[in-house]
């Protein structure tokens, strides 16, 4: 392998521009960079980042398309899940980490580099990801992390690459903002701090809907396949067609606090709005296709699920495990859900399924049952209160024989 040869995650960003200066000028390296789609970039955008790689130097520029295999291996799964880190974080961008390392990997094998590098901090979950991933597929490979190993602040990398002729809007270089189909974070200044929020302007997608809308989702053995009265050729689709929808409603914003792999506490915002949305309509069609148990075992392995998925371990095993669990309890998860769409909030109407197990042929909660009568209920009311009712007795009856 080829150590002069190095391949380099790109974004087009800061960090990453940085990271293309730095091998090419100051360590004299061959610079193969490869952006990985996963569903955040339009046509336009990723030619753009193209002509930017090769702007700034690098000897040869790809764009390696995930998308669907980030959606079939992945995506799904926590949708299934009803995955939502510390019920707030839908893993937008720390889920689709570890599908561009796995493609990165790949690509420097097939190429023959013997180098990886990725334009990640030394103070967040990313750096993990990346080389966790690395080191299981390509054991051995050396790993430069230019921004890591000089602990180089945003302000110094805009200092070096002016002065090293490049120009980019540099306002917008405040923020990072990593985009994929299941949402976009963005991360500033404010988010170093524990009581400042982001400004508008930093949200790509700015809230421009003012009047609701209620929109029906459709779904299919968990999946989202179709919006009102259309139906997508697949789940992909009906989540960009969802994320068009939604998110100029402002709907799906939200500030992540959370404990990184590495053992500190990490702020980050986010815009996520058909995730969010895709998720609290599926978790409401389950409370009513699903057992008390399918839904409690679903909740376990759900948030488990989604914690390793978040600390980069979907590569271990046991993930395929649970997988098979979820797919499995998807299989009457199927019907229609409508949802209010407001100015920066949205409801949850209610559901239609063949599978609902609120039905008025068992009766009607808090009205009448046709399956018992009273005295059945008195009966079963009496025996499940006698555990605890022995134990009662037995704790009263043991402190009147103690002696003082």
Not at 17 to 37: D, F, H, N, P, R
Not at 117 to 146: C, K, W, Y
Not at 254 to 280: C, L, M, N, S
């Amino acid at each position: 392998m080829d150590k002069q040869k190095v391949v380099l995650a790109f974004s087009g960003g800061l960090d990453t521009s940085y990271c293309v200066k730095y091998l090419t000028e100051e360590k004299g390296l061959e610079v193969y960079s490869a952006i990985v789609q996963t569903g955040g970039f339009s046509e336009e955008e990723l030619k753009s980042i193209e002509e930017r790689a090769y702007d700034l130097g690098v000897k040869q520029h790809i764009t390696i398309d995930e998308t669907q295999g980030f959606y079939d291996n992945c995506i799904k799964y926590l949708v299934f899940g009803n995955v939502l880190r510390y019920n707030t974080y839908p893993l937008s961008v720390s889920a689709e980490r570890v599908f561009q390392a796995i493609a990165i990997a790949e690509y420097a094998k097939e190429i023959g580099a013997g180098t990886i590098a990725h334009g990640s901090t030394g103070a967040g979950n990313d750096q993990i990801r990346f080389d966790m991933v690395f080191h299981t597929i390509l054991p051995g490979v050396e790993i430069l992390t230019p921004i890591r190993d000089m602990q180089l602040s945003r302000e110094e990398e805009i200092t070096f690459l002016k002065e090293k002729g490049v120009d980019m809007d540099w306002e917008k270089a405040i923020y990072s903002i990593n985009q994929g189909i299941w949402g976009t974070s963005v991360g500033g200044k404010e988010t170093l701090t524990s009581d400042q929020g982001l400004p508008e302007e930093a949200y790509p997608t700015q809230a421009t809907e003012k009047e609701a809308k209620e929109i029906t989702l459709h779904f299919e053995q968990g999946e989202l396949k179709g919006i009102d009265t259309t139906t997508y050729e697949s789940p992909v689709k009906a989540i960009q067609a969802l994320t068009a929808i939604a998110a100029p409603f402002g709907i799906g914003r939200d500030i992540h606090v959370g404990d990184t792999i590495i053992g500190i506490k990490g702020r980050v915002g986010f815009e996520a709005a058909a995730p969010v949305v895709t998720i609290k309509a599926h978790h409401a069609l389950e409370k009513h296709t699903l057992t008390k148990w399918q839904l409690y075992w679903k909740e376990q392995l759900g948030n488990w699920y989604g914690m390793l998925v978040h600390e980069g371990q979907w590569l271990d095993p046991v993930m395929r495990n649970v997988e098979k669990f979820l797919q499995d309890t998807q299989e009457s998860v199927t019907g229609e859900v409508k949802v209010n769409l407001k100015p920066y909030h949205f409801e949850i109407v209610g559901i239609t399924s063949p599978y609902d197990l609120m039905s008025a042929e068992f009766g009607a909660y808090g009205e009448m049952n046709k399956g018992w009568t009273g005295e059945d209920a008195r009966g079963f009311a009496k025996i499940l209160a006698n555990q605890t009712k022995i134990h009662r007795q037995v704790q009263e009856a043991a402190k009147d024989k103690v002696v003082l």
